[in-house]
């Protein structure tokens, strides 16, 4: 993998870093260099995370999985990071009937649920906690729908879940397939152990080989200049210092759409915190070129933007055509127009004296998908470190989780908060 940070230099973009802070910066990230080492070292909280090529066991969840690798479609039953890690691993390997349910929203429930056959479906319910609402909700309507459909629902889940609490009673209960979420993982952390790995798992694909690819990445040395994880983080987080707020991450690529939506939680949950952290907007190439570049370009100067894609894809030529004005098409591919304008919005960018940065995977495959979110999350703990903040919890959004839990039972101080909302109604 290779990341460009050159037009995010104080030279070619405002704002921007200049080489001279990026050499004092490089100090720095020797320093948080030393302080992962021994977090990984040690297998703290949330540094764990990062052991995870060495420490997760390919064969563990091909086996646990086994008895309903049978299965032509895999639903996943989780939410946030126990749901966008599986959700991004599926889009890279091009597997569509790994389906997700990530949401409550009656109507998608019934609609994905309506359209599954059931007795070749696997479910895997996913939670770190096990007492996740929206998941344990979804679950039960899950379980109530194989029931009504005449399949033995207990023959169809595997559970993915911590050593504790209901998710873990209910598989011990029913003597279901489980998996452990390893120690000290938090679930933004985990697409590359079974919370991931599982659902690829059950559809027979090579997950040793993702595994494989968080191994590449996961060799960092101490400098910035080196390191493509660090260089990615340190430059997103000088850009933060220096007023860029926003981080737009556009893959060029549709099976790495759901890698901004994995990279959103990752980036905001990890890192805003204490009145800090960019927010990370999720964009497509070539799709929102023709809608959010106009911003990028031209709007406030607050945005970096990250532009993804590929070095190698399957090519798709466009017919030849005797139209004269769409001659220029003729004899190219999609991928070739593709990069075309992945190339136009980055020169386009440079132009206006915008910062962007480059990141290269090599192909969206098993390794592919692997190196860049091991990336990713190297990236991530670095830029928590620099900050000086605590990447690894999530307080505010606990916060919303605790007040639903209220709303909805027995009522606690923070859903009492809910009611004392001040209100300006217009109708
Ligand atoms: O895996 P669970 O315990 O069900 O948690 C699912 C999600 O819940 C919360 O929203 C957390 O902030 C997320 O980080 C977590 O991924």
């Given at each position: 993998m290779k990341i460009d940070i050159g037009n995010a230099l104080a030279s070619e973009a405002s704002p921007g870093v200049s080489r001279e802070a990026l050499d004092r910066l490089d100090e720095r990230v020797a320093r948080a260099h030393e302080r992962i080492e021994r977090g990984r070292r040690d297998d703290e909280f949330g540094y764990a995370a990062l052991n995870l090529p060495e420490t997760t066991d390919p064969d563990e969840i091909t086996e646990t999985v086994a008895p309903v690798n049978d299965a032509a479609y895999v639903l996943v039953v989780g939410i946030g990071g126990s749901a966008l890690g599986a959700a991004t691993i599926a889009e890279a390997l091009g597997d569509s009937r790994i389906l997700t349910l990530d949401n409550v929203d009656p109507d998608h429930v019934s609609?994905?649920?309506?359209?599954?056959?059931?007795?070749?479906?696997?479910?895997?319910?996913?939670?770190?906690?096990?007492t996740t609402a929206e998941t344990l909700a979804n679950f039960l309507v899950v379980r109530e729908a194989f029931t009504e459909a005449g399949v033995d629902w207990t023959e169809r889940?595997?559970?993915?879940?911590?050593?504790?609490?209901?998710?873990?009673?209910?598989?011990?209960?029913?003597?279901?397939?489980?998996?452990?979420?390893?120690?000290?993982?938090?679930?933004?952390?985990?697409?590359?152990?079974?919370?991931?790995?599982?659902?690829?798992?059950?559809?027979?694909?090579?997950?040793?080989?993702?595994?494989?690819?968080?191994?590449?990445?996961?060799?960092?040395?101490?400098?910035?200049?080196?390191?493509?994880a660090y260089a990615y983080g340190a430059v997103a987080y000088a850009l933060d210092m220096r007023g860029a707020a926003i981080n737009a991450m556009m893959p060029y690529a549709e099976s790495l759409e759901s890698f901004a939506e994995w990279f959103?939680?990752?980036?905001?949950?990890?890192?805003?915190?204490?009145?800090?952290?960019?927010?990370?907007?999720?964009?497509?190439?070539?799709?929102?070129?023709?809608?959010?570049?106009?911003?990028?370009?031209?709007?406030?100067?607050?945005?970096?933007?990250?532009?993804?894609?590929?070095?190698?894809?399957?090519?798709?030529?466009?017919?030849?055509?005797?139209?004269?004005?769409?001659?220029?098409?003729?004899?190219?591919?999609?991928?070739?127009?593709?990069?075309?304008?992945?190339?136009?919005?980055?020169?386009?960018?440079?132009?206006?004296g915008r910062p962007s940065v480059r990141i290269e995977l090599d192909r969206v495959d098993e390794a592919g998908i692997g190196e860049l979110l091991y990336?990713?999350?190297?990236?991530?703990?670095?830029?928590?470190?620099?900050?000086?903040?605590?990447?690894?919890?999530?307080?505010?959004?606990?916060?919303?989780?605790?007040?639903?839990?209220?709303?909805?039972?027995?009522?606690?101080?923070?859903?009492?908060?809910?009611?004392?909302?001040?209100?300006?109604?217009?109708?």
């Open positions: 609609e994905v649920l309506s359209l599954l056959p059931l007795s070749e479906t696997a479910v895997t319910v996913v939670s770190r906690s096990g889940v595997v559970t993915v879940t911590g050593d504790s609490g209901p998710l873990r009673e209910l598989a011990d209960r029913h003597d279901l397939p489980a998996l452990a979420v390893p120690d000290g993982v938090p679930g933004r952390f985990s697409a590359l152990s079974s919370v991931g790995l599982a659902p690829a798992a059950i559809r027979g694909h090579d997950i040793g080989a993702i595994l494989d690819g968080g191994k590449r990445a996961a060799d960092c040395s101490p400098s910035l200049f080196e390191t493509p959103a939680q990752l980036w905001s949950e990890s890192l805003g915190k204490d009145g800090l952290g960019q927010l990370p907007t999720r964009a497509l190439g070539a799709t929102d070129q023709h809608s959010q570049l106009q911003r990028y370009r031209a709007g406030p100067r607050n945005t970096l933007v990250t532009l993804v894609r590929p070095r190698e894809r399957p090519d798709l030529r466009v017919p030849e055509t005797d139209h004269d004005d769409l001659a220029y098409l003729s004899d190219t591919g999609l991928g070739e127009l593709l990069d075309a304008e992945f190339d136009a919005t980055e020169a386009s960018l440079a132009e206006a990336t990713m999350e190297a990236a991530c703990v670095l830029a928590g470190e620099l900050y000086g903040i605590e990447t690894f919890t999530q307080p505010a959004v606990e916060w919303g989780k605790r007040a639903a839990r209220g709303l909805i039972g027995e009522g606690n101080d923070e859903s009492e908060s809910v009611a004392e909302k001040t209100r300006l109604v217009v109708d």
